[in-house]
């Protein structure tokens, strides 16, 4: 259980890295709700570049 719920904060804080997710700077809820999907594409793709990289 304790596991899940590190996995569950850890998430939320790679979402929380992206400036659009953490403030309201969309008009509407579905662009927000867009911008979710969007910042963890972005994350994985960081992190799979940085291990292809080494």
């Given at each position: 259980m304790?596991?899940?719920?590190?996995?569950v904060?850890?998430?939320?804080f790679?979402i929380?890295r992206?400036?659009?997710?953490?403030?309201?700077?969309?008009?509407?809820?579905?662009?927000?709700?867009?911008?979710?999907?969007?910042?963890m594409?972005?994350?994985m793709?960081?992190?799979?570049?940085?291990?292809?990289?080494?």
């Amino acid at each position: 259980m304790l596991h899940r719920r590190w996995a569950v904060e850890r998430t939320f804080f790679w979402i929380n890295r992206c400036r659009r997710t953490v403030r309201d700077y969309e008009r509407l809820p579905q662009h927000h709700a867009a911008m979710l999907p969007w910042s963890m594409i972005t994350t994985m793709t960081r992190r799979l570049a940085r291990h292809r990289h080494t």
